[in-house]
């Protein structure tokens, strides 16, 4: 069953902490995102990998930071330094390189993270 | 950097009837526009999407159309049914090595029995 796994679903987390978000995916896709959904908005690129070891900042990256140590794998660290970490986060994959269906970006099914 | 407008934010239409979403963007090396629904909770699945190259693709119910010129973007949903009712999203890329896409506010849509 190929697909893109996030977990948890929801997560709760005292203020200064750090807070490690997982994200998986069997899809062999070489690219990884990370998105953040705030409240009737649309989704903000916080960072993206292309390759393995390999990651770049996207629009709103600070106060976050990543590792892409697997193919499979990319996860999202929210530290301290994140003003407003309480929202939605959504990981994606795709191909990179050429072909009509390397554009194409598959989505997770999200974690929700709140922060007190 | 690009800019994506999307209108309207709220949209309810009776089901059978039709639903016109519209999308601006400002950056015109942008050449990858794709759609996207999301149900309440979930992460967005991709619906339909178009490449700049044309100017309309169509999948059953669904159509987008492409205007290069004056940069924008639509969805159409023809024979609306209740399990339309969902966010939509638009968004734009500049393919360049990784698909940064860009996305607009979304757009509630609600369908009517």
């Known amino acids: 069953d190929g697909g893109i796994t996030q977990s948890p679903k929801y997560l709760f987390r005292k203020e200064g902490q750090n807070v490690t978000l997982s994200c998986e995916q069997n899809l062999n896709h070489d690219a990884m995102y990370w998105y953040r959904q705030d409240p009737g908005q649309g989704l903000r690129l916080i960072y993206y990998?292309?390759?393995?070891?390999?990651?770049q900042k996207g629009d709103i990256a600070e106060g976050y930071s990543v590792s892409r140590e697997k193919k499979e794998s990319f996860p999202l660290t929210v530290t301290s330094a994140q003003k407003n970490p309480t929202a939605f986060y959504l990981c994606a994959s795709g191909r990179t390189g050429l072909g009509e269906a390397s554009y194409e970006q598959y989505f997770g099914p999200g974690t929700r993270l709140t922060v007190t | 950097g690009e800019n994506v407008e999307q209108h309207p934010s709220t949209l309810s239409v009776q089901e059978g009837d039709s639903a016109v979403i519209k999308c601006t963007y400002s950056d015109s090396a942008s050449n990858y526009f794709p759609w996207y629904k999301q149900e309440l909770g979930k992460g967005p699945q991709l619906i339909i999407d178009?490449?700049?190259?044309?100017g309309e693709k169509k999948d059953q119910r669904i159509a987008v159309t492409l205007n290069k010129t004056a940069k924008h973007f639509s969805l159409h949903i023809t024979e609306t049914q209740p399990e339309d009712s969902a966010v939509y999203f638009c968004?734009?890329?500049?393919?360049?090595?990784?698909?940064?896409?860009?996305f607009g506010q979304g757009t509630r849509l609600t369908i009517n029995p």
């Open positions: 990998s292309q390759i393995v070891n390999d990651f």
């Open positions: 178009i490449r700049s190259n044309v």
């Open positions: 968004a734009a890329s500049t393919i360049k090595g990784a698909q940064k896409l860009v």
